[in-house]
Structure formats: structure tokens, C-alpha cells
């Protein structure tokens, strides 16, 4: 069935999708516009309502006694198998990720952005500022984080955000929910369910505003099939442990470049009074959205219990110009300043 005509519009959506967006990766430039029209034909097949004219985004099991599910997805069966998994009394929207369907690494570009803001438009649309839960799969789990960060400025209450076998590198001011396969190396135990976060995932407590962490059946690429997929569903319609209290306000430091190179800046600044288990998370974004993932441990940096903080921070490896925002962070409270205003980046070339 196609869309049941235009829902509310909220006007509070400042980031709207940029349809002249284009991405440029080894001679090729990919629109959005063409990138719908390629998500919209391997997406044809999934049920249910279409929420958008290019036939992307497709909703299935409205109800209203519970906060809808938007799953970002990477391969077309999957769709269908969750929702089966999650019956009826679940609302479930499906997007399609990248995957396939644009150039590799296209999600960290201005494409991917726009993508996400495409998403989130026609989510705000149908639906408004009604809570929801966002999650994504693999590399689609990217793409659900920025859709999430869009839906969460428009004023959205998003009750967590889900990630199956990824590890998104970037603050989250809210309830992130990591999900690995019982073979995936984290944890001990066997069976699936929740699990102590293990040290290897400690950055996340910085990061994310609070964190829980569950193993699933199966291993990557199997967790949608019929005998893995259930156990998926519960996963992620578990309810929430408890909520940390919130941390104390805490004024924004003012950094300023001890030294520059072309693999790193390195920044200081005056440490407050009191301090805390505080880390940096370091978010390198362009004006047109791209972003810039660091890898390895540099990714989150804990801070001194010093009079003096000091940081160093890799680079984007692609020319600039690129924003920098040294979002701190507190453990299990996660970013205090986040979303951070234009005025608080520095810009480097």
C-alpha cells in the first residue's frame, strides 16, 4: 500500500535533507535523489505502509500502545523477518542503509547526512515528536545514530538507541543499547541476555548517556533468520535498567591549540574545580555533514584528575575544511555539552 497522504508536519526539523547533496568517491558522484531511486527498488518488496514518494521507508503494525520501532536495515530480508518476530503488537518502520547501494564509505559523507535527514523528515512527518526507539545493524547502526541525533533536536523522545554488531564512535545524550552476537568475543556466557559491559566497551560508558549490553543468538549475517531473529526481537524491546542520576552542569572548558601537526592537534585547557571521571570524544564533522570516525583507542580520552587537561587528537585524514568539537563527557552520564552549538567548534583546513 502506498502512503495514506501527508501527516503532521513539525516544524521543529531544522535539519532537513539537502537533495542536491553529492558525494565524489573515486570519479563517481552519487545524489540522493539517486540513491532513493536505488533504496526504493530493493525495498519494493517489503509490506506494508510506504511513508515516502520514493517507496524507502516502509511501516508495518501501527498501534498505539507502544513506542514505534525505526530500524535502519541492511539487506531485504530482513525487514519482514523482524517484524513477523515482533508481531503484531509492534509497531516497526524500516529505512534501508547504504549497504550495496551507494559507494563504500559513503555513510560518513555528505550523502549520508542527507540520507539521514531524508529519514528523519518523513519520520517527523507521519509520526511527530511520539517517543520511539532507533536501531540499525552493522553499518546501517551509523545510520540510525544520525537519524537518531536529527530526531532528538526536532524533540523527539528517543527511549534508546540499538546497535547490533557495531560500535558507533560518537556521543549519544541518551540510552544506548549495544547488541552482539553469542560469538561476537564479549562476554562469557553462553546463552543470550544481558551481560556485564565488558572493559573492552568502557569508552561507551563516557560516551552514551547510559549503556546496557546483550548478547543475541547467532553470528553476524544470521541474527534474521528464523531461528536467531527472535531472540533479536526481545533484545531489543527488553526494558531499560534503571537511569543514572543526572550529572552536575558543568561549564564548557575553554581549549585552545598547545600544538599542531598534520596527524594530530593537541589541545589544553583549565581544568574546573570539580572534577570527575570526565573523558573527551572528539566529533571532526564538515559543514555538509560529512564526519570522520577515529579509529583505535583515540576515539574517547580520559582526562587528568589535573589542575591543566590535555588532549591529542588524531586528524581527519581527508582535506578540509573540518569541525572539531571536544565533547566532554562523565562516566555512565555521558556527554555534558551535546549537541554542541557551531560557535563551540574550531575549524581547521
Given at each position: ?48 505502509d510506504v511513508l515516502d ?131 561476537s568475543g564479549f562476554g ?94 572528539p566529533v571532526w564533522r ?64
Amino acid at each position: 500500500m502506498r502512503a495514506r497522504g501527508p501527516g503532521r508536519t513539525n516544524q521543529a526539523l531544522i535539519l532537513a535533507a539537502d537533495r542536491n547533496t553529492a558525494l565524489t568517491n573515486a570519479g563517481q558522484a552519487t545524489s540522493l535523489d539517486t540513491l532513493l531511486r536505488r533504496i526504493g527498488t530493493v525495498t519494493r518488496g517489503w509490506g506494508g505502509d510506504v511513508l515516502d514518494p520514493q517507496g524507502s521507508l516502509h511501516h508495518v503494525h501501527e498501534t498505539p500502545m507502544r513506542p514505534r520501532l525505526f530500524w535502519c536495515f541492511n539487506a531485504n530480508h530482513e525487514f519482514d523477518a523482524l517484524a513477523q518476530a515482533l508481531g503484531a503488537g509492534q509497531p516497526l518502520v524500516g529505512m534501508r542503509s547504504m549497504n550495496k547501494v551507494a559507494e563504500p564509505l559513503a555513510l560518513r559523507s555528505a550523502l549520508g547526512d542527507a540520507l539521514a535527514g531524508h529519514y528523519a523528515q518523513h519520520l517527523l512527518t507521519r509520526f511527530g515528536t511520539a517517543p520511539c526507539i532507533v536501531g540499525g545493524n552493522c553499518q546501517a547502526a551509523g545510520l540510525a545514530w544520525r537519524v537518531a541525533q536529527r530526531l532528538m533536536q526536532a524533540g523527539v523522545p528517543v527511549l534508546r538507541l540499538v546497535t547490533l554488531d557495531a560500535q558507533p564512535r560518537f556521543p549519544f545524550a541518551g540510552h544506548l543499547r549495544m547488541l552482539f552476537g553469542q560469538d561476537s568475543g564479549f562476554g562469557t556466557q553462553d546463552g543470550a541476555g544481558p551481560i556485564a559491559i565488558p572493559q573492552a566497551l568502557r569508552g561507551w560508558r563516557y560516551a552514551a548517556q547510559r549503556l546496557d549490553v546483550h548478547k543475541v543468538q547467532g553470528s553476524h549475517g544470521q541474527y534474521f533468520v528464523p531461528e536467531n531473529v527472535a531472540s533479536l526481537a526481545r533484545a531489543i524491546l527488553s526494558p531499560a535498567p534503571p537511569a543514572a542520576a543526572a550529572p552536575l552542569p558543568m561549564p564548557s572548558p575553554r581549549w585552545r591549540i598547545a600544538r599542531l601537526d598534520t596527524a594530530a592537534v593537541t589541545l589544553q585547557a583549565a581544568a574546573p574545580v570539580a572534577q570527575g571521571d570526565l573523558a573527551v570524544v572528539p566529533v571532526w564533522r564538515k559543514e555538509d555533514g560529512a564526519i570522520f570516525r577515529i579509529e583505535g583507542g583515540d576515539w574517547v580520552l580520559p582526562l587528568d584528575n589535573a589542575p591543566t587537561w590535555t588532549c591529542r587528537i588524531p586528524r581527519p585524514d581527508s582535506p578540509g575544511p573540518w569541525g572539531l568539537w571536544p565533547v566532554l563527557c562523565a562516566m555512565d552520564s555521558g556527554p555534558l555539552q551535546w549537541p554542541q552549538p557551531p560557535q563551540d567548534r574550531m575549524v581547521f583546513r
